[in-house]
């Protein structure tokens, strides 16, 4: 590992601040805010200046795998219990979920009567939408694709057309999951073909090369690069309401497609590929064009879809570019972690289904502002998408595939703007299923709860212990309280042994009404071996560890 990709170890400094330990007011002074923003603008400065150094030179292998995301999360089942309907995030669509849960056991041996040995915590899973997520052509992020350090040559960015195939493999696998009266269909959208009138001649055509593939295929593509809805994805269809699956998705923009094979046949009754089907005619493409790390990140962009439906946000993708991305300089087989990405879809559908825990909350303006106010605002060639990306990765390297497939999509300005109006809901199974850490809430700390002084307790202890209480409440961690200032409900635990809830499972409601537990420890054991080097190496870049309720998992820069 080069000196240039370090992380700097020594900030921000260890919670509780030296400075601010014996001090219970909220205001810092003007003396700890300047410290506290000389050290943040100098912590910074510094991941952006490899976030410019990945943008010029390529990416790190691990920035582009997805699996390092996959910690704890639960698989997907067949036939989920679909159960109720209700508007989603910040639109007035309705999303058809269902009722899950997940588990929480104390650790270790306490004699505390005060907090209750295990937990569930509700939770809503979704499985179908009642409307299609608009996406487009008109994207700038990654509009051309860096690759990894070793994919040097000169090739093609299909990223945005790989994402609306990766959009069609989740929702048939979905449809295939749920059985019943689920069902794909082709609809009478098309996009041209060699050899016929183009439906459109405002704009310059795109040619596509998808290779010698039979009439169903061609037929596929067809509808993958089709204007609006060239499929559906119908998980319910009763007489009041019509769910089509979540990464359901219906192209806005007018850009023509024009396909270089010829079409045997105008049939849209055909029946429409199966999930495994189009994974083969996908990868197809990918090993025709040689397109390498751009199949995974593709995932993730599809994955990314029902965030930008919660936003109430249409998708950009980047315009396909015959000459707009960086390749493999030799063809090599990469169909061994393609195919693990297919046998993997059932984690990564339910993973697509925050505050730095080392600095007091009173001094989270002097921590953002210089990423927020100076860096991002005078990013290299226009590039805040990647910047943003890019720094996401380098100070979460687990979950960098996600940051990178969810930018791409367009979904950063939406993020700074959260972050620049507070602080964004947190989803605590997020930390569990990806091992990211979210808050200072997700550890429960070290040593006694009065650290060394009977007078004062650290304010994220404070939240932790609020947090015990059945009366869920939240909070902002601030430095240290009195502990005369502090609930009973606090003051109770002052003597125990530190309280840990650890998560154990998730339970899943199925038709039928089976409720089925979810624990693939030994499976991600394995998995945990196969990637023990890489993770190693992650844990290197990642100083410190640190939303997707049911969609993507992200944390606050």
């Keep these: 590992m080069s000196q240039l990709h370090k992380v700097p170890k020594d900030f921000p400094v260890s919670y509780p601040c030296p400075s601010l330990r014996h001090n219970d007011v909220l205001q810092p002074s003007k003396e700890q805010e300047n410290t506290a923003l000389e050290k943040s603008r100098s912590y910074w400065y510094h991941i952006a200046s490899i976030a410019y150094a990945y943008l010029d030179n390529g990416l790190a292998p691990e920035f582009t795998n997805p699996q390092h995301a996959l910690h704890k999360i639960p698989r997907f089942p067949c036939r989920l219990k679909a159960q109720f309907a209700r508007p989603f995030g910040n639109t007035p669509i309705f999303v058809l979920y269902s009722e899950a849960s997940s588990t929480w056991r104390l650790v270790g041996n306490s004699d505390c ?59 048939a696998q979905l449809i295939e999951m749920q059985g019943g009266s689920a069902v794909m269909r082709y609809t009478d959208s098309l996009a041209d073909c060699l050899g016929e009138s183009p439906s459109s001649s405002s704009e310059e055509a795109y040619y596509i090369d998808v290779g010698e593939v039979d009439a169903r295929i061609v037929r596929w593509w067809s509808a993958i690069l089709a204007k609006r809805e060239g499929w559906k994805a119908i998980v319910k269809d009763d007489p009041d309401d019509v769910f089509v699956a979540p990464w359901s998705a219906s192209r806005i923009c007018e850009t023509p497609f024009i396909l270089t094979q010829k079409r045997d046949s105008l049939s849209p009754a055909q029946t429409p590929l199966s999930s495994d089907e189009a994974f083969y005619a996908l990868l197809k493409f990918a090993r025709l064009h040689d397109l390498g790390t751009q199949v995974p990140i593709a995932l993730t962009i599809a994955m990314s879809f029902p965030m930008h439906r919660y936003y109430g946000m249409e998708v950009k993708l980047p315009l396909p570019r015959k000459h707009g991305g960086k390749i493999p300089p030799t063809t ?7 195919t693990q ?26 921590w953002l502002h210089p990423v927020l106010e100076e860096i991002l605002c005078n990013p290299p060639e226009g590039k805040c998408g990647e910047v943003i990306a890019l720094i996401g990765a380098i100070r979460r390297p687990s979950v960098a595939a996600l940051w990178i497939g969810a930018a791409v999509g367009g979904i950063g300005p939406k993020l700074l703007e959260k972050v620049r109006r507070g602080r964004p809901a947190l989803d605590s199974n997020a930390f ?22 009977p007078e004062y307790i650290s304010r994220p202890d404070v939240w932790r212990l ?3 209480s059945p009366t869920e409440e939240d909070g902002l961690s601030y430095e240290a309280s009195l502990t005369t200032n502090c609930a009973l409900r606090v003051t109770t635990h002052l003597k125990c042994p530190r309280h840990k809830y ?6 899943w409601e199925l038709e039928g009404g089976e409720t089925v537990q979810d624990d693939d420890s030994v499976k991600l054991g394995r998995l945990s071996k196969r990637l023990k080097t ?24």
Aim: proline share 8%; with cysteine; glycine share 8%.
């Design 332 to 338: 090599q087989d990469v169909s061994p972690m393609w």
């Design 466 to 468: 609020l947090h015990l």
């Design 341 to 366: 990405l297919k046998q993997d879809l059932p984690y990564y559908m339910t993973l697509s289904c925050s505050p730095e825990p080392d600095v007091p909350c009173n001094m989270v303006s002097q």
């Design 432 to 453: 569990p299923w990806t091992g990211t850490p979210q808050s200072s809430m997700d550890d429960a700390g070290s040593g006694p709860y009065t650290w060394g002084d």
């Design 502 to 507: 650890r998560y154990e499972h998730w339970s």
């Design 113 to 171: 009567e005060s907090v209750k040995k295990e937990r569930t915590k509700p939770a809503l899973v979704q499985i179908g939408t009642a409307s299609t997520i608009p996406y487009s052509f008109d994207g700038k992020v990654f509009s051309h694709w860096v690759g990894m350090t070793a994919e040097k040559d000169t090739g093609p960015n299909y990223l945005g057309i790989l994402a609306i195939g990766w959009c069609y493999i989740l929702s």
């Design 534 to 557: 890489a993770t190693t190496h992650l844990r290197y870049l990642d100083h410190s560890q640190g939303p997707l309720a049911h969609t993507l998992a992200m944390e606050r820069i």
